[in-house]
């Protein structure tokens, strides 16, 4: 575990981004997954599981950030972080575990981007287990 760990933390702090969204972590309480430079928002699951999704910003932005608001179901786990950029932004990440219902989905992301966040740009990343080769989703 350490080993990718360690992989992943070097690959994403060479990449010249300033937010970073991860989906699928499969993180714990007990986990530490800092990266230098970034304030990470995440919630802890109790239960190594395939969920988590985790938000990365860099620190010099952090004082844009207005709100970060993280979902407490842990199958459709979905974090929304409002930051000011000259407009206002929702940055959101999402995971949908397998055979999640689409209405499941939409409903988390409704509920996610409720009204307050409705008349932001919005920037929406996850796994959302979707198979694109049926007709059901």
């Known amino acids: 575990m350490d080993i990718t760990m360690n992989k992943c933390k070097h690959c994403l702090t060479n990449i010249n981004s300033d937010i970073l969204l991860l989906s699928e972590t499969w993180t714990i309480s007990r986990d530490t997954f800092e990266l230098n430079g970034f304030d990470h928002h995440h919630l802890d699951l109790s239960l190594r ?40 932004v929702c940055v959101a990440v999402l995971y949908a575990k397998p055979g999640s219902s689409d209405d499941d989905i939409i409903d988390a992301i409704d509920e996610s981007l409720d009204s307050k966040n409705r008349d932001n740009k919005t920037i929406l990343a996850g796994d959302f287990n979707i198979d694109m080769g049926t007709e059901s989703g």
């Open 49 to 88: 599981r395939p969920r988590g999704v985790s938000i990365y910003i860099k620190h010099h932005l952090k004082l844009l950030v207005e709100s970060v608001e993280m979902s407490s179901n842990q199958d459709l786990g979905i974090h929304v972080l409002v930051a000011n950029f000259k407009t206002e």
